[in-house]
């Protein structure tokens, strides 16, 4: 029996030796543990990228564009895709509308990362933490007057991480427009006394695509110009003054040349040389693995596959792939322009050849009424306002994306002021002309007969930048708005986009907007 | 003379019962034996005994307690007759003398055994003559002659062991004697010698072994002292056939155990789910045990290709395992039976056992099988001349304009299917001596794949050992296997991981007017979206290489003959490479230029396990205790590269740097995660009528938050055999009833790693910023220190049973088991930096009810007819999805997977409803205009889905079942099983797909042309009306499959002197299923059909031999 517990003593040792293994901490291979970074210029620079990189996300092209372009006379896709663009070009969109969600979360996701690193970036304390702080909270000001445009009530969030005991609410839906104004307008006003201006930034070139100073008063300009819409309130004059301070800072300029438009939209636009227009823009890369985040495909999605190695009046069209013959113009919008007019030509209709004079392809308009029947290839205009890449591998060109644009503050002041005394419109003359003067071999100039005139050249001179729907909106036609199919108007209600439903069935703390 | 019994040994507690039944003294000179060798015993055994006015039958008691003798006598003797006797140190003769002196009573003491005979009778032991030699052959039922068999001449313990043949002989024995034949699984038999030379034996196989032992938890127990639920299969019971993915072996066969295969390509691994799912995000998958050692691959982890038409690989561990090598499997169900494996125990455990080596001479066992399978049906879409008619139709010509009709008749499926030739050897060599013992075994398969391009190379190699030392006090056993597979995938993605298109996709799609070659021999083509599924299929190589081992020491220390010591040291560590390559002079590849992948994965596992077991019986009470420590680290790590635009196919995915540097996606992952648990078990079993099992198990995981690193996981049940109780003695009908309670509390922590931690990732995401790419880190993941199990509690109620000898017998189950705490990742609101947080939310139930039957309905020597049959219902229902934090009314999941639909959901997750619920709009038919019209439910005349969708179905069966049946005729046996699924509905999505008439020509994208459905221009719906996910493609799937025919013919080998066996057989597998299902199959994974590789029909033809 000795033995015997001689024998237990020695397994409960053992035991005992075994029981010290009980060591529970994990160890982190391939991630970063996120109590211990952006403690150096670096790490702080990654997170800045972390922040850019989201806001570039938000803009996947097919999306946006689908809510601002599609629903308007400027464009259409005939692709099935659950029937998103028949819904939007219809205005028969709901709270199930997929790309509306993609847009809704993904710009909250930018604002989420600027939440986040500005909460990270105070307890560094850098010495340009003040700087790079009103560099973030533009971004997300900025996500925020796209949020106020499409979906008027949303929720107004700062802190990185949500309480669920405390959900974002858009409730009471009656003023939380106008609050989110206010707000953007303060979030701007604050970032512009802290932003570096661009006149202070020694390389240029290096700090492209980053937002400044000037950027932010852009920014308030555009706020102000859809003031009335947004918060009730116009505010022409203030409007007015933000595109003056822009003017005023001498840091942007329009190429007055014929055709300059274009040099915004080349594939090397990220040239300091190219983007003196520009005051936001995305970069883009001619990569060859799948990532419309990182590659500008908005040519591809658009030009027709027969249209590669096109030539058109002696000169290459320098499409070196096969698109995918989606997204078109609508021939209505096609009509608007005068025949001489440069802008004109970026709409592809009719024959097209290749080197050898052979016919390649016949561009015609949508011939069918029935929505989506498309059955003809050659049916519906290609765009190739981004200049053709030559360089693209499969589907991806460099150009940068345009975001906003000098024109659009010049536009933009002619419009306030043209508000403010319809009267005195020669101010207002000028400044479209300097816009519109560029794309006529023999420069033309601008007349106001109406404010409609107005609108007009904002529809010629931002097709597909993501702006005609809230033009229209501000203009009061969005609802009236007639194309090949849609030839009713809308109730008001149609002005603002509902709440996704998979944000709704999330957050109980928030409301509908009205109607939907 | 046949009412033979033995009293050898003879027990108080039994001796009663046995007297009763005591044999007539002549019978019981059998044990004669011992005279020969123990003669010397009487003289020199001493004993002391005081019995004063006690009966004859204490003092023969009180002998055989203090002595080895053994007392036989019939009923002519009364042992009640008063005695008196002191004794002490006396011999036994001296004793009786003195006992019987007054008593009609004599005796007569041979060996140890001592019989009792009245003067009438003839003196025991006498008229014995000596047999010279006898020999006999020991066979089964089958005629098969049984190697190993033991046969013993009872009371002794002379024996021998029947060779490969199964012949045994004896020389030198008496008449008289009694030969035992005794082999496992069989029921033991003794006849006597008499005048015979020759006795050849027919064994019959136990219908219900109550003694069986069965692998359980760290260790093993008898079946009839177990008290939770579960279901052993001995391989005889498996399915046949060839079947590389070793859980095929027991689909259907088992009450409770849901077994779905995802896909028809060989090996493929399956969706197992034990009494219904309990989870929502964590994994539903059971823990498997090989041996003893808790595998470490994840069943789940997958192996991405370069482009979305191919397939993610799925891995399926069970792979390294030959389905030959498998002793048993053990299914462990209730919590009373997995609460030992505590955090990992709720969806199930199921144990696996391999085959061991048998003391004897040893044994070559060789099988070989070729077959062939083939798909069992092709999919319904228009012919090249019901497409021509469609497309020149009045009314399609208007709309089509552009078509050319390619003037061939071209069947794609015919195209892409073939016949898969499949070939299987199997060495086994076994054998052992006195202290060692031994099988190895080595294993090649080959199986071509039903869709051309996939196949499947397997080759797996085996050893276990096992070696007593010590005095047979310690016991090592060695495990080790080692499998390699070599497989080729093709291109079809559909159905699995949201993935649509690949070689099915487009050869149901594809225009049947075109030849698969045109005149010039050269591929016909219309476009990247629409590719000849031939070219594509060809042009692309895909390979995946697995490496798998695996390998255990078990160490058992026995200190005393109750208390032992056992350790566990194992491992277990896979490779897996997949490479992928499309190349640049295919146009699949000249997109990119080419495209080359690489991706490796490298998981690795450490066990240690120590435990302490003690077994004694006390009188009635008998224990049985185990205490443990055991320590598991997993070690998963892995690569991807990935490179396009190559100036040459020739060195493919071999010189991935050959391809352009800006193409490159380089990324790399190393995680790991502990698991630390203490366990015990106490089983109390009383006087064998009760039985109690307590089982505790404490578990650490790095898995979770901070604030819950330790979960305890205890059971405990109960188990009544009320058949031994004495008022069911008399019952003669029933044979074994024993019921059994049990409750217990499991876990699950099957979320991955590091999801309690607040982590930032660089994620490969980048932005350039002046021209320079920066890399973005951002926050991946939020803090969730209270992160901890999801924990299950089951309640178990069953009832074991067996009738008229256990001819029929069976086990009825009901359960009832309720998840908290569920592991759900859920959708963050707005704004949200990561858009999902990982918590402890919400309740699912499930409740079921189970009945396994098994039946020897004829049992004779020319015929026999064994039937089996299992049916099982599970009722699964979400009780909830929020908690004190987190709110949410329901989760739309799901997707249809066909392109066209992103965004849209097909399965709703909402308290009250089952997990797999369909929700959309229920389909009412087609107007005039061929518009689908939907129910509105709101009546608002619109259909929207916030107001008009409803619950259309659900993907959880209400009744799974199988039942088979074995009929023998002399060597001819045949065996046939079905298995099927009741009150089942599936989404059809590969109809939905093909349902769409503007596809048929969709010049927008590159000329497509599209093959549709024949049932497409039968619905009625308008040409441009496009198909809405809908209760029109929730479809019946309810099915009755006859899985499985075998027909054995089992040769007589007497004649032959080096052969002990030779079986022919005929297997065909999935041979017919009965459904109202259209689509290639019935049986899909998640209920979810979408351009799944069909299931094939297989036959096949084997040779099984023993030497």
Redesign the interface.
Known sequence: MKKTYISIFVSLCFSIIFSACTNLDETLYDRISATNFYKTPEEVNAGLTDVYYRFNVAHNFLNQWQLQECSTDHAMCPWGDGNVFKQAQLHTWDATHGPMREVYTNIFSCIAACNSFIETLKLAKLSNGPAIEAEVKTIRAYSYMELIDLFGNVPIVTVAQIDPQNLPTNKPIVDQRKKVFEFIEAELKDAILNLVSLKDVADKQGYYPRVAKETAQSLLAKLYLNAEIWSGTARWQDCANACDDVINSDVYSLPTIYGGIWKAFAPDNEIAANNKEIILGLSKENIANWDPATGNWINTLSIHPELKGAWRNGKNLNITYAGWGGPSVLDEHFMIYDSLDFRRTLILKGKFYDQNNKLLIDIKPYSNTDIFAFNNPKEGLSCIKYQPDPTVLTNFARNDMILLRYADILLSKAEAIYRLSPGNKSTAEALITQVYARNFQIPRTFTINSLDDILQERSREFLWENTYRTDLVRFGKFITTRTKWKTTDDPAYRNIFPIPQSEMQTNPNLSQNPNY | MNQLLCIHGIKPLFYTFFRKRSLTILTLTVLLLNCFTSNSYSQNTKLTLSENNSTLLKVVKAIENKSEYSFFYNEKIDVNIPVSIVANQKSVKEILDKVLLNTQIKYKILGRQIAFYTKDEAEPFLNQKQIPKITGIVNDENGESIPGVTVRVKGTKSGVITDVKGNYSFTDISENSILQFNFIGMKMQEIVIGNKTIINVTLMQDAVNLEEVVAIGYGSAKKSDITGSMTHLTSEKFNSGVILAPEQLMQGKVSGVNITLNSGEPGANSKIVIRGGTSINASNDPLYVIDGVPVGFDAGSFLAGTSDRQATLANNPLNMINSSDIESINVLKDASATAIYGSRGANGVIIVTTKKGKDGKSTIEYESSVGVSSIRKKLDVLSADQYRTYMNSDSIKL????WKDGGANTDWQDQIFRNGIIQSHNLALLGGSNNTNYRASLNYTNQQGTMIASDLEKITGRININHKAFNDKLNISLFMTSAFLKGHSAPNAGGVDGKSGGTLRDALRNDPTYPVKDANDVYTWHGPENPNPVEETLVRSDETNTYRNMGNAILDYK??NY?S?NTNIGFTKENVDRMTYEPNSGRIGS??HGNASHQFRNDFSKL?E?N?VFNKKFGMHSINAL?G?S?QEFVNTGAYM?A??FISDATTYNAIGNG?K??Y?IY???????L?S?YGRVTYDLNNKYLFTATVRQD????FGSNN??GTFPSAAIGWRISEEEFLKPVDFISNLKLRVGYGVTGNQEIG??IS??????GG????????Q??????????NPDLKWESTAQTNIGLDFGFFNSRLSGSLDVYKKTTNDLLLS??????????SFTDNVGQVENRGIELELNGVIVKSKKFGWDAYANISHNENKVLSISNS????????TGSTACP?????TTQIIKPGLPLGTFYGYEYLGVDAKGKQIFNDLNTDGKI???DDRKVIGNSQPDFTYGFGSKFTVKRFSIDIFFRGVQGVTILNSTQLDMA?K?KL???????ARVNIGSSALTDGLA??E?AVYSSKWIQDASYLRLENVTLNYNFNVSAVKWLSRLNLYLTGQNLLVITKYDGFDPEVSNGLDAMNYPRPTTIVCGIKAQF
């Open positions: 709309k089509v304009t552009g200190f005393t208390l010591f997109v990119s240690l120590t302490l205490a420590y320590f990935q396009s635009n352009d800006n193409t996606i790399t992952w190393k995680n790991s995660h502990k630390i203490f650490g995981s790095t898995r690193k330790w790693d590091y931690l607040p982590t930032l990732s660089a995401n980048t932005y350039i910023i002046g021209g320079k920066y890399t973005a880190v951002g926050s991946n993941q939020y803090y859920f959708a963050v609101p707005s704004p949200a930096v990561i858009p934090k987190w709110k949410q009314e329901q989760i739309y066209g639909f992103s965004g849209v929207l889905p916030g769409d503007t020509y969709t010049p927008l994208t590159d000329n040409y441009n496009m």
